[in-house]
DNA sequence: GCCATCATGTAATCTGTTACATGATTAT
DNA sequence: ATAATCATGTAACAGATTACATGATGGC
């Protein structure tokens, strides 16, 4: 069994947001779970094309004034009640993949600069992770203090800083032990 | 540009650590990296027959005595080479795919219940992976503890306990919010 | 007797990215 | 001028999983 197209459902799940097209689509992820979730063009306008032949979604072609026209797609009821069977459904775990600690274990291979070089790397990303993520929360609960969604939109931002948070501990900690400041066993004694 | 190929790499590095056949590859993976990387045998195996091709690993046959023969792999000093030049590349990010919290984003067109339930499930799945992480730990500390590796374990595991604990901790706080007893905006201003 | 482990490999299939093609409008 | 945004779509391709095929040995 190949896994689920997850593809299908969130964007089933972004069209409970409001009618919109594969563009607005696209947008919406970004803005909304980019964080931890991504989608292509290439995935999007296939997939709606295929929800519209299976009738979860709606089209109505729109005549764009100057701009292109625009395929404004809507969630139908079946489409509805197909997310909803989906999202009660236990999450599959991920497939985990980590590069950075993949070249890690491998790092009696290399220098040990080199691998300074890939945890500051890390850091940095992580860091400008936080910022990102705590500038989001700020602007959501000024701007939005009332959307019925709020507190899962929240959630979700608030395990990337828990994460990412942890991230930055872990780079220091790395960092000493390749400086040889620290030994690896003490980081698991304390 | 498509993604590099890193289950070319993952081998490569796998078998600096001594010569052997795929299906040991397979194991080592699991056993050693299986926290943080994944490789089917229908990614090993041809795998492993392009890089003998490419000279980049040797083969040998061995006659199995009961057992299947064995194609036993050594790494060749030019994949060595080829190994550490992507070792010092800067690592990719990855691509982010969380469906626990993509689930969790459409909470509001499900029952409650349904998202505690993710959360219990979610908080199971770390706790477990911290019961594991730490046993493996301690295991590699007594056992093997002059290995010139051993740092570099300890490190994936040990970024694995923290990121773990901040699930579990987070987890407590998704419940509390989903059950009422908190907001989700106070999460952000404590 | 049966299951786990040892052992190799292929085929089908899917998921998903990236590049390409096209072109107007608006803000700088 | 020119870059960014709006807007849709296809084609090529790679990465990866799963299922299937095959079969022996050794422990319970």
Request: hydrophobic fraction near 40%; proline fraction near 5%; glycine fraction near 8%.
């Amino acid at each position: 069994m190949p896994r689920t197209n997850r593809t299908r459902y969130t964007i089933l799940g972004v069209l409970t947001h409001g009618a919109m097209s594969g563009y607005d689509v696209k947008s919406f992820i970004e803005r909304s779970i980019g964080n931890f979730w991504r989608e292509s063009y290439g995935q999007i306008y296939p997939t709606l094309k295929a929800l519209e032949a299976e009738g979860l979604v709606d089209r109505e072609r729109r005549e764009g004034s100057g701009r292109p026209d625009r395929n404004v797609y809507s969630i139908t009821r079946r489409g509805s009640e197909t997310l909803r069977e989906w999202l009660v459904l236990p999450a599959e775990p991920e497939i985990p993949r980590h590069e950075l600690l993949l070249k890690l274990f491998f790092g009696a291979q290399v220098d040990p600069e080199d691998n300074l070089r890939h945890i500051a790397r890390y850091r940095a990303q992580a860091a400008e992770a936080l910022v990102m993520l705590r500038s989001t929360s700020e602007r959501l609960i000024v701007s939005r203090p009332d959307a019925a969604d709020l507190p899962f939109w929240l959630l979700g931002i608030r395990l990337g800083v828990m994460v990412n948070e942890g991230v930055v501990d872990w780079c220091a900690e790395a960092e000493a032990v390749l400086r040889g400041a620290t030994t690896a066993e003490d980081l698991f004694v304390t």
